[in-house]
């Protein structure tokens, strides 16, 4: 089983930065993908960034926010990161965190077997 825990959420203005945290505790963190998702209102959720396993050494990034969000993975302290930068109105979302023993894709959410319970980020004008 594997539990996970977003921070670093909250409200900052259009142009700033966040960086979102996630507490992975379970068995084997270096055998899991990780992935950020998140969900605006009346939308449906979407991935923004994947890092692979250590064995899969992948990175994706969703092209809404290649340049950027940035996505890493720090196996000593089991925690996997999500550094937002340059943030848009339209980044206003509950962002959440998602783990899976992956072989295929890091981009196909349906691979991702636990997830937290969300951070929410609130970009104002």
């Known amino acids: 089983q594997v539990q996970m825990t977003e921070s670093g959420g909250g409200l900052v203005q259009a142009g700033g930065s966040l960086k979102l945290s996630c507490i992975v505790r379970?068995?084997?963190?270096?055998?899991?993908?990780f992935g950020w998702f998140r969900q605006a209102p009346g939308k449906e959720r979407e991935l923004l960034a994947a890092v692979g396993a250590d064995w899969n050494n992948k990175t994706y990034i969703a092209d809404s926010v290649k340049g950027r969000f940035a996505i890493s993975r720090d196996n000593a302290k089991e925690r996997v990161y999500l550094q937002m930068n340059n943030l848009k109105l339209e980044d206003t979302a509950v962002y959440y965190c998602a783990a899976g023993t992956i072989f295929s894709s890091i981009a196909t959410e349906s691979e991702y077997d636990y997830w937290g319970q969300g951070t929410q980020v609130s970009v104002s004008s």
């Open positions: 379970g068995r084997a963190f270096s055998t899991y993908s």
